[in-house]
C-alpha cells in the first residue's frame, strides 16, 4: 500500500464505519482513495441505517487524510495498515482486522512472541504482586508483555516487565497520544521509550465503553498465550479470554481464594478448562518460550547493586571467561539490538564490561563478584 493509500484507509477507518464493512468499501471501490472520494453519500446499501449514514455525513471531510498525517507527525506517531512488513499478522486472523494501527515506540516488538497479562484494575497485593512475577519471568525468556495499561494488573504487568529490562506493549482504547489514565502519564512514557504504544483509534479519540471492547480483540489477537491473573465476574479480562479462545489460542488463568470476588472469574476459567498457572514457568513453556539460561559459574554473583533494569539483563548475560557476541546477548535477552548495544555501551563507560574484536564483549575481569560494586 502506499502511502497516500494508508492516509486514505485511516480517514475512513476514522469514522468508526466498522472494520469488515469497511473491507467491503474496499473491495466494491476498488482502492482507499476512491472510497474516500466518493463520500458517505454513495456508501449507502449493506443494511446501513439512515441515522448511521447521516452520522458519517456529519463526520465526513474531505482533507481528513492530510490533516490526519499532520496529527501523526506531530505526535511522532507511526501508522501501520495489513500488507506493510511490520503489521502483525496475527491480527489478519480476526474476523474484522483493524483496517490501520497508530503506533508509538518500537514497531519491532510486534513481531516478537507476545504474551497477554490482563486482570482487574481493582488488584489484591496477591495479584498484583503475581503479575508482576508473570510479565518479570515472560520477558526474561525472551517473550513481550501486552496488557491494557489500565490500573491495576495490567499497570503491574507493564512495570514489572520494564523494570526487568524487557518489552511491553500497551494496546489502547483512545489515541495513542493520550496516556488513560492520566494516573498512569509515566508508565505511558516508559512505554513508549522502552516499549511500544498500539491503538487502532487516531490521534484525539477518546476511550468510550464500546471502544474497549476493540481494544480487548486487539489484545487477544497479538498474543501467543492469553494469562487472565485476577478477574472478576463480569470482567474485560474476561472478554479478553473469549476473544483468545474463538482465536484458538491458549488461555490461562491464576488461582486465588475461594471467596475473593475479584477471582471469581479467574476461577471460572479453570473451571471450564484454562491452564491453571502456578509459576511463571508454565506461562513461558504454554508461549513456547525458552526458560532464562543458568549463568555458568564463572558469571555467578550478584549484579552491581547501581546498576537500572536494562543493564541488570544484559550484565547477568556476559562471561568473564570468553566474549559473548552481540547477536547471542540479542538472542538470549529478547531485547532490540539497539536497546541491547545501549546497555552495552553503557556498562562499559562504567568499567564493567571491555569490547573484543568490535563485535563481542566480556566482563571486565574482577567486576563480576560481589566485592566490588560501583558506588
Not at 102 to 111: C, E, K, W
Not at 158 to 173: I, Y
Not at 217 to 227: D, G, K, N, P, Q
Not at 346 to 374: M, N, Y
Request: hydrophobic content about 45%.
Amino acid at each position: 500500500m502506499d502511502d497516500q493509500e494508508r492516509w486514505y484507509a485511516a480517514a475512513c477507518a476514522a469514522l468508526e464505519i466498522g472494520p469488515a464493512r469497511l473491507r467491503r468499501l474496499r473491495q466494491r471501490f476498488g482502492s482507499w482513495r476512491a472510497v474516500w472520494t466518493a463520500g458517505p453519500d454513495a456508501w449507502g446499501g449493506d443494511g446501513v441505517r439512515p441515522e448511521t449514514l447521516a452520522s458519517w455525513q456529519a463526520r465526513y471531510r474531505p482533507d481528513a487524510p492530510w490533516h490526519l498525517q499532520e496529527a501523526c507527525a506531530r505526535h511522532r506517531i507511526t501508522l501501520l495498515a495489513p500488507g506493510d512488513a511490520a503489521f502483525p499478522a496475527r491480527l489478519e486472523e480476526l474476523k474484522a482486522p483493524p483496517t490501520v494501527l497508530y503506533l508509538r515506540g518500537d514497531p519491532g516488538l510486534l513481531q516478537g512472541v507476545c504474551v497477554a497479562v490482563v486482570g482487574t484494575r481493582r488488584a489484591t497485593p496477591y495479584g498484583g504482586r503475581v503479575a508482576a512475577r508473570i510479565a518479570a519471568g515472560i520477558v526474561q525468556a525472551g517473550g513481550v508483555v501486552v496488557s491494557g495499561m489500565a490500573m491495576g494488573i495490567d499497570a503491574r504487568a507493564h512495570e514489572a516487565a520494564l523494570d526487568a529490562g524487557g518489552a511491553t506493549v500497551a494496546v489502547l482504547a483512545g489515541g495513542a497520544e493520550r496516556p488513560v489514565p492520566r494516573l498512569n502519564r509515566i508508565l505511558y512514557e516508559r512505554i513508549v521509550a522502552q516499549g511500544l504504544v498500539v491503538s487502532e483509534y487516531p490521534p484525539g479519540t477518546v476511550p468510550e465503553r464500546g471502544r474497549f471492547h476493540g481494544r480487548n480483540r486487539l489484545m487477544a489477537a497479538l498474543a501467543a498465550v492469553t494469562v487472565v491473573v485476577e478477574a472478576p465476574l463480569p470482567s474485560g479480562a474476561l472478554i479478553t479470554a473469549e476473544r483468545a479462545l474463538e482465536l484458538g489460542r491458549p488461555v490461562m488463568a491464576v488461582p486465588g481464594p475461594l471467596d475473593a470476588p475479584t477471582f471469581q472469574g479467574s476461577l471460572a476459567l479453570i473451571k471450564d478448562g484454562a491452564d491453571c498457572v502456578t509459576d511463571p514457568a508454565d506461562v513461558i513453556a504454554r508461549a513456547g518460550l525458552a526458560e532464562p539460561p543458568a549463568r555458568p559459574a564463572a558469571a555467578a554473583g550478584a549484579p552491581p547493586q547501581s546498576l537500572t533494569g536494562l543493564e541488570s539483563v544484559v550484565y547477568a548475560l556476559l562471561d568473564a571467561g570468553r566474549p559473548v557476541s552481540v547477536e547471542a546477548i540479542i538472542r538470549r535477552s529478547g531485547l532490540p539490538p539497539a536497546r541491547a548495544v545501549i546497555a552495552l555501551s553503557a556498562l562499559e563507560l562504567r568499567g564493567l564490561c571491555i569490547r573484543q574484536g568490535g563485535s563481542a564483549w566480556r566482563v571486565q575481569v574482577g567486576t563480576k563478584d560481589a566485592s566490588r560494586r560501583p558506588v
